[in-house]
């Protein structure tokens, strides 16, 4: 629990790379999670039900205030190259067209502020907005990686191909951090397939026959895995042992995680 508001502190800033650092220390904190309930006893059962580890469990990070965030921080910086201040154009070259401009020969800085820049804001805009309305649909129960995936590959594309869309597609994040926030909703699900799993465990002396025998005890249903187009999580138990696991981005279960 102590990883888990670490995780939070770092999340309080409202950008990008924070959200994507706390799904980091959020990830250490699940793994140390499923490392221990194995070796849970019926001394930790009520601990095991304490509501700040089910909350945290079934609530996986959504970068959708982070992507707020970081399109303020991208619209400081059109404002600074609006201003013609010392910035974008003097560190990189643009390719506006078939124009190459390098940093700021005779004054056309001036003219790219005037004539492009509105252009690429708006690109900028849109795409962000975008990206937002997709990190929140991500949340949603039900809603499935694949689906993302694509509506947010196609948000990336666009924003490159547009007019004067060259700045745009430089600020506008990758589309991949949609499968890095699918990453921690499957952890999270898996999670708190797990910590199910050990209360009942616990409660009865014995291991739980299998996973549908969870529900609805103590699993409203099995959760679905968010890279399937389709269906819950896959679980697998043997004498001693659960293993619950995603089939990842690629869509394809290759048996899951091999133990080290």
């Known amino acids: 629990m102590r990883q888990h508001r670490l ?9 990008l790379i924070s959200g994507l650092v706390e799904i980091a220390i959020d990830t250490m904190a699940l793994e140390t999670l499923a490392e221990i309930l194995p070796a849970a006893t019926a001394k930790d059962a009520a601990p095991l039900a304490d509501p700040a580890l089910t909350d945290f469990v079934r ?62 804001l708006a690109a900028y805009q849109a795409a962000m907005r975008r990206f937002q309305e997709l990190a929140q649909r991500a949340a949603e129960p039900g809603k499935r990686y694949p689906e993302i995936s694509r509506a947010a590959e196609a948000v990336e594309q666009e924003a490159a191909a547009g007019r004067g869309g060259y700045l745009a597609s430089l600020l506008v994040p990758a589309w991949r951090v949609f499968e890095t926030q699918a990453k921690s909703q499957a ?18 002396a014995a291991p739980p026959e299998s996973a549908d025998s969870l529900v609805p ?37 290759d048996g899951g995680p091999v133990p080290a």
Do not use: N
Not at 7 to 15: K, L, Q, S
Not at 189 to 204: F, I, P
Not at 221 to 241: C, I, M, N, W, Y
């Open 7 to 15: 995780a939070g502190h770092v999340a309080a800033e409202p950008i």
């Open 59 to 120: 609530s996986s990070p959504s970068l959708q205030r982070h992507l707020l965030g970081e399109e303020a921080f991208g619209l400081g910086a059109f404002a600074d190259l609006a201003e013609g201040k010392v910035g974008l154009l003097e560190s990189v070259t643009l390719q506006v067209d078939d124009l190459s401009i390098g940093p700021d020969p005779a004054g056309i800085s001036f003219l790219y502020r005037c004539f492009f820049v509105p252009a690429e």
């Open 187 to 204: 952890r999270h699900r898996a999670a708190e397939v797990l910590l199910a799993a050990t209360r009942a465990r616990l409660e009865a």
């Open 217 to 253: 005890a103590w699993l409203l249903a099995l959760p679905a895995d968010p890279f399937r187009a389709e269906g819950p999580l896959t679980v697998k138990t043997g004498a001693d042992s659960w293993l619950v696991y995603s089939v990842g981005p690629d869509g394809e279960d």
